[in-house]
């Protein structure tokens, strides 16, 4: 609990530091930022440390108080700048309090959610523990490879860093650091998605959308986007019988040879991975785009607004590639929108110059970042025909992952048709007609998705609409498209040329998709029922709506369950409890590393596959120490060379030729090796590595030699 209530504690201060400087930024939005403080904070603290650690400014205690010093400074000039009477906003209060109130809830409950299955360990987590240490220990960014001795990380790792300065100001062993992380992003994306939601109903009401609570906006975007999961897995909760056994990981594999994740799977599964870490500042990036699509680019100078929106967006190319060119698209779309209002009209040279120099400047706010990194993609691929799927299978799948999202939308989308009822049914038959012709090529669902993304545009076009429900039409044919695009190309990567060719571009594109759509069905739902011509088709489509979220409900109250066996264990955030029950010494030689050795140092440890649950690399895990090889599959998906590693490695433990261990040693510049149970276990008997130096550390079974 005390670790807990630290983290709230540093998370109050990040929101009492950002709050002004998001009003600022944010200042035509209705309420003012409110409820985004803590993101734009937590974004330029990360981005502050990490700029000044990539320009040789060294990684420590005093760069970090330096960081949250200019950000104090900030935040009170901010306040200093503001009007010294403000007109009262009773909107803003009531989302303040709103949102100050769902986001202390959240990171409780999350916390306490966490606690009973806290191991850091399985599926993605002891990567993004390695990336998270690496960034808390290294001098300088590029951080190095905590897997590959002698080479810099290349991976999107800013989302990391940000966790890692939370671990940091908490002061908690990194581990338990990574669980209360994991909560704190829960939270900020709870409170981000009720905030972007309810200022973009707030928006709509106040041009005559028929919304009269946007804070129901809020929280209905809240329940889609990071509560609700999909219809299968919903269904498979409610049918699970004891709910200890409920496989929660099936419903995130619906496709075959692809990943089918939302958020609410994110969170059960806990890795914090990298499109994880981007979803609250994808949705700070979208609170720009709100603005700029009801009010263009700021008057006047406006350099606080333009370098925010910039960093905004330019941001996520570092936390997560794949949602930079979907926000930036947005924002593009949504200010063309703007300038093609009577008002934007008049500016619309100065539109094409804010919007250049957002971009523009976006990319260059994190240009060390750019130069260095190597996405390892070779462009775009046709996707063939056999990996696509038949018409009636894809309708299926897709009913049941999205499906609840769907229904909220597209029936009012379907409504709106009977102000030009002649041009939609001759749209539709087209729509119908083009996807049989094209079932063959198995592209009918692709039609089918375009037929409804154009729909959607074609609203968010229509010039006799307020801006706001522009806007929401805006956000439902980006997401649609998400779900098209993968059906036609996928981004040529590691896994071109095995059957999982477009994993990674459905993974993403569908994650992406998700969040608009939620953001999008947050807003329909506080306004969609007046928009709904009649009272029978509104109940009926409210019953079948209800419906389909209480069953996608189901699937996080099945995972918690199954997630945590029925919460048997005792709550903590220790996520190295695995590890201290099978091999204690590990553990304690972990904390022997992390506060007697430079985190430069280079280890020697067991090599196995990725995904071993033996623990391989788990000293370079949670130490941030680079070893001379962790998961190599990994560090082949990051354009990395692992060269003859292992058989190195295994040449230094088993040989008892001193000359032959000296060699591997200086090839690799190993620093430390390790020796503990998993060592013996993969190497057997241990040879000449005794010899090559002096003991520091041994306890339960474990030593370190330093050599």
């Not at 910039?310 to 930079?324: C, Q």
């Not at 709550?571 to 190295?576: I, K």
């Not at 020697?604 to 895990?621: K, L, P, Q």
């Not at 276990?681 to 520091?696: C, F, N, Q």
């Amino acid at each position: 609990m005390s670790q807990t209530v630290r983290l709230l504690l540093v998370l109050e201060v990040l929101g009492l530091l950002g709050s002004p400087l998001a009003a600022r930024a944010l200042s035509r939005l209705p309420g003012a930022g409110a409820g985004l403080g803590r993101v734009l904070a937590l974004l330029l603290l990360g981005w502050g440390v990490w700029l000044a650690g990539s320009l040789g400014i060294p990684n420590g205690p005093v760069l970090l108080g330096g960081g949250v010093l200019v950000l104090a400074a900030g935040a009170a000039a901010a306040r200093r700048r503001g009007p010294r009477a403000p007109a009262p906003d009773p909107f803003r209060r009531r989302l303040t309090l709103a949102t100050e109130l769902l986001f202390a809830g959240a990171v409780l409950a999350a916390a306490l959610l966490v606690s009973f299955s806290p191991d850091v360990w399985g599926t993605e987590k002891p990567m993004d523990m390695a990336l998270t240490n690496a960034t808390i220990v290294a001098d300088h960014f590029p951080p190095h490879d905590p897997w590959l001795a002698g080479d810099q990380l290349n991976y999107y790792y800013l989302g990391h860093l940000m966790a890692g300065l939370l671990i940091r100001l908490t002061g908690v062993e990194p581990s338990q650091g990574y669980n209360l992380a994991l909560a704190a992003t829960f939270a900020l994306v709870v409170t981000a998605a009720f905030a972007v939601a309810a200022a973009l109903a707030e928006t709509g009401r106040r041009q005559g959308l028929p919304v009269r609570r946007p804070l129901l906006a809020g929280a209905a975007a809240v329940v889609l986007l990071a509560l609700m999961g999909n219809l299968r897995g919903g269904w498979e909760a409610l049918h699970a019988g004891p709910l200890q056994s409920f496989d929660w990981f099936s419903p995130s594999r619906v496709v075959p040879g692809t990943i089918n994740e939302f958020p609410a799977f994110s969170f059960a599964v806990g890795d914090l991975h990298a499109h994880l870490l981007a979803v609250p500042l994808t949705l700070l990036a979208l609170a720009f785009v709100v603005q700029v699509a009801m009010s263009g680019p700021p008057r006047g100078g406006g350099w606080w607004t333009t370098g925010c929106a910039a960093l905004s967006l330019g941001i996520l190319y570092t936390v997560n590639a794949w949602s930079w060119p979907v926000t930036t698209g947005l924002m593009l779309a949504a200010l063309a929108g703007w300038a093609a209002t009577p008002a934007g009209r008049r500016r619309r040279g100065r539109a094409a110059v804010w919007g250049g120099l957002v971009v523009v400047g976006g990319l260059v706010l994190v240009a060390p970042f750019v130069v260095h990194f190597d996405p390892n993609a070779g462009g775009l691929a046709v996707v063939a025909t056999a990996t696509r799927e038949p018409l009636g299978r894809f309708l299926g799948h897709h009913a049941v992952m999205e499906g609840a999202l769907l229904w909220l939308l597209l029936v009012p989308l379907a409504l709106q048709a009977r102000r030009a009822p002649r041009v939609a049914a001759a749209a539709a038959a087209a729509t119908v007609a083009l996807a049989v012709v094209l079932a063959g090529a198995r592209l009918g669902g692709a039609a089918l998705l375009t037929g409804v993304a154009v729909a959607a545009l074609a609203l968010a076009l229509a010039r006799d609409r307020p801006p706001a429900e522009r806007l929401v039409w805006l956000l439902v044919a980006t997401g649609v498209a998400c779900l098209a695009v993968p059906e036609v190309v996928s981004v040529r990567d590691e896994f071109a040329g095995t059957p999982f060719v477009r994993m990674n571009t459905v993974f993403k594109l569908g994650y992406q998709a998700w969040l608009l759509l939620a953001i999008a069905g947050g807003v329909v739902v506080a306004a969609a029922p007046r928009w709904l011509p009649q009272r029978v088709p509104r109940a009926g489509w409210l019953g079948v709506a209800g419906v389909l979220v209480v069953v996608g409900l189901a699937y996080p109250v099945g995972a918690a369950v199954g997630r945590t066996d029925g919460f048997a264990r005792s709550p903590t955030l220790e996520g190295r409890g695995w590890l201290a029950g099978s091999a204690p010494g590990d553990l304690y030689a972990i904390d022997w590393l992390r506060g007697h050795v430079p985190g430069d140092a280079v280890l020697a440890e067991a090599v196995g596959d990725d995904y071993s649950v033996a623990g391989n690399g788990r000293m370079s895990t949670y130490t941030g120490r680079p070893a001379v090889l962790g998961w190599q599959g990994h560090e082949l998906q990051w354009s990395h060379d692992v060269g003859t590693r292992r058989q190195d490695l295994a040449v230094l433990y088993r040989t008892r030729d001193p000359g032959r261990a000296r060699r591997v040693v200086r090839r690799y510049g190993i620093d430390y090796v390790v020796v503990g149970p998993l060592e013996r276990a993969t190497y057997g008997r241990i040879g000449a590595v005794r010899g090559l130096g002096r003991r520091v550390f041994t306890r339960a079974g474990t030593s370190v030699y330093a050599v």
